[in-house]
């Protein structure tokens, strides 16, 4: 051998595929797009409202998206988790909710204090008042409770109270 190396004749054979049934050239030669499903089965194609109608209406749509797929002579298909799903054509848009009432605005209404009320008065002549005789009780027992709170003690409204009550036999 001189190093040349040689390549064999072609052969007359044909290695082109079969031509595809029609059924499969349609779904080749098709715009897919894939579209947002609102909460009521409304879509949005190409400025048309399509309404899906699902087997099941109890509950919303659990996958958000649609698939609308469009062929050259206009017709449309829509699936919906893989399977195509029945839709039609809603003539005029769907309403949109409306917001809530807002509540009436109530008036604010500006209420002064007196000019004698406590508020007014400067922190200087705020004094506590002498008590009374009748009030000498009530100054006794806020004497008595200012006492239990400073020291820690436990402090009770009628000395007979069991404070700690002891359970069980001893």
């Not at 044909?14 to 349609?26: C, I, M, S, T």
């Not at 769907?94 to 009436?104: G, I, Q, Y």
């Not at 006794?140 to 020291?151: E, G, S, V």
């Amino acid at each position: 051998m001189t190093g040349r190396f040689t390549v064999p004749a072609a052969q007359p054979e044909d290695y082109h595929g079969r031509k595809p049934p029609a059924r499969e050239l349609q779904e080749v030669f098709r715009i897919e797009t894939e579209r947002r499903i609102s909460n009521d089965w409304v879509i949005r194609h190409e400025g048309r409202d399509l309404q899906l109608k699902p087997r099941l209406r109890r509950y919303g749509p659990t996958r958000s998206k649609a698939l609308v797929c469009q062929w050259e002579d206009g017709t449309m298909e829509v699936y919906y988790r893989g399977e195509p799903i029945a839709f039609t054509e809603l003539k005029t848009p769907p309403r949109k909710a409306s917001e809530p009432l807002s509540p009436r605005a109530r008036p604010i209404v500006v209420r002064k204090a007196k000019r004698d009320h406590p508020w007014r008065q400067p922190y200087q002549k705020m004094r506590t008042p002498i008590p009374t005789e009748r009030d000498r009780s009530a100054a006794r027992w806020d004497a008595h409770l200012r006492f239990a709170l400073t020291t820690g003690l436990r402090f009770s409204a009628h000395p007979n109270d069991n404070i700690n009550p002891k359970r069980g036999h001893f």
